[in-house]
């Protein structure tokens, strides 16, 4: 059974920064992309960034500049660094891995989500 822990959410002022952190584990499988998105009250989920095993990335033109994913192949992990953080960048944040199958597909797992506050 994979799972997904997230870490690091929590109250910032904004301008503030933040780092989120997202373990994958149950797994001997590879993983494909991994990422984020969010999902604040009323809106629908968004995607924030992903980044495949190969390191390449794609941002949500709204946290161009002022986000950076990087993972930990290793380590099954990835991470969200957020600075500049906005009050409109509140929202609960999903980590997701694609988890290769032994048919030559995926399949998606989710985090539980964890809570970002920006104050203004």
């Known amino acids: 059974q994979v799972q997904l822990v997230e870490s690091g959410g929590g109250l910032v002022e904004a301008g503030g920064s933040l780092r989120l952190s997202c373990s994958a584990s149950g797994t001997r499988s590879s993983i494909d992309a991994m990422g984020w998105y969010r999902q604040a009250p009323g809106k629908q989920r968004e995607l924030v960034a992903a980044v495949t095993g190969g390191g390449s990335t794609n941002y949500a033109d709204n946290v161009k500049g002022r986000f950076t994913i990087s993972r930990d192949n290793v380590k099954n992990t990835v991470y969200l660094q957020m600075n500049k953080l906005k009050p409109e960048d509140t929202a609960v944040y999903y980590c997701?891995?694609?988890?290769?199958?032994?048919?030559?597909?995926?399949?998606?797992?989710w985090g539980q989500g964890t809570q970002v506050t920006v104050s203004s």
């Open positions: 997701y891995a694609a988890v290769r199958t032994f048919l030559g597909g995926t399949s998606t797992y």
